[in-house]
């Protein structure tokens, strides 16, 4: 039976309030940049269940306004953000499966300008979802093979299970990163396992260098008006609508209208000219990740071809 938009609201409300896990070490890394999830606002859980009901309504009155080919399949939760199991084009099967999320989402802290973690130990767990957004398996790090703030804002954990077992037990496929730079205008949707939403716009366009607070970015991903996205998507793959493969990764918004401070990141051009745009969101190319990674999935930050910031 359908729910009242009334009772739907209620049971947004407390399925919000419980989204969050206590990890409080997480929770407070991320809540304090970017989109990670701010679990321990009244405020932001009741304007999340807010827009998550009126976007609800939006899919029924107007069932073509979300791509209907992608899906939760390959998301994963963390205790604060979003993130996904991913492969690159020369992976195996038997290699160790990869989770790509954010750098300022690292267990760790929030890496400082300049700073790469490489290799460092985790035991992190991992809520995998299928496609219709459930949770079928805990997932577990063995560590974080990089993660940075500098020039983008990326982590990418190494498993303890390969991909094909992964797909042997709960018949899922992580998604691919694309190695090819986006084009402005592709349809892209954000998809955020945290909260089990898909956001689907386009790209706007690129941002020449993003910067926020003491962090720079560089050729960021600037989403059109419709990727609102909110605390606790930060990590959520950016799909390519047409490929199905991720093509960056969803990390910050300008909030406030402020003008390059935490959580209101702005645009400098190469003559550093600075424009605000506040409401709207960005994410971090990853097509140059895959030629940093090697045979059985190993970080070689010396191979031809990878420009990943090094330690």
Not at 25 to 46: C, P, R, Y
Not at 159 to 165: A, D, E, K, P, W
Not at 220 to 246: E, F, H, L, M, W
Request: hydrophobic share 35%; net charge neutral; aromatic share 6%.
């Amino acid at each position: 039976m359908r729910k009242p938009l009334g009772a739907a609201l209620l049971a947004l409300a407390i399925a919000g309030a419980g989204a969050a896990p206590a990890a409080a070490a997480d929770v407070d890394t991320a809540q304090s940049f970017g989109k990670g999830g701010d679990t321990n606002s009244v405020t932001s859980v009741v304007r999340d269940t807010v827009n998550s009901a009126t976007e609800s309504l939006g899919q029924v009155l107007n069932p073509k306004a979300k791509a209907k080919a992608v899906n939760f399949a390959g998301t994963v939760s963390l205790s604060n953000c979003s993130g996904s199991v991913v492969r690159f084009p020369a992976s195996e099967d038997n290699d160790p499966a990869l989770v790509m999320s954010n750098g300022h989402c690292l267990e760790t802290g929030m890496p400082g300008p300049g700073e790469v973690v490489v290799d460092r130990a985790s035991s992190r767990t991992f809520g995998l979802l299928n496609a219709s957004g459930n949770k079928v398996a805990t997932l577990r790090a063995s560590k974080i093979a990089y993660g940075t703030m500098t020039d983008t804002d990326v982590s990418i954990y190494q498993l303890t299970t390969t991909y094909g077992q992964i797909k042997s037990s709960y018949g899922i496929n992580a998604l691919t990163v694309a190695d090819s730079h986006p084009t402005a205008g592709t349809a892209i949707t954000v998809a955020s396992g945290y909260w089990k939403r898909l956001y689907s716009c386009n790209i706007d366009g690129f941002a020449y260098r993003l910067k926020e607070g003491d962090w720079t970015f560089k050729d960021s991903v600037r989403y059109t008006s419709a990727c609102n996205t909110i605390g606790g998507t930060s990590g959520s793959p950016v799909i390519d609508q047409a490929t199905n493969k991720v093509v960056a990764v969803n990390n910050t918004g300008n909030e406030d209208g402020q003008r390059c401070t935490v959580n209101n990141p702005c645009e400098v051009d190469e003559s550093g000219n600075v424009t605000v745009r506040q409401g709207i969101n960005y994410a971090q190319q990853t097509y140059q990740i895959p030629a940093c990674f090697g045979v059985d999935n190993k970080l070689d930050l010396s191979a031809s071809g990878c420009v990943l910031p090094k330690p």
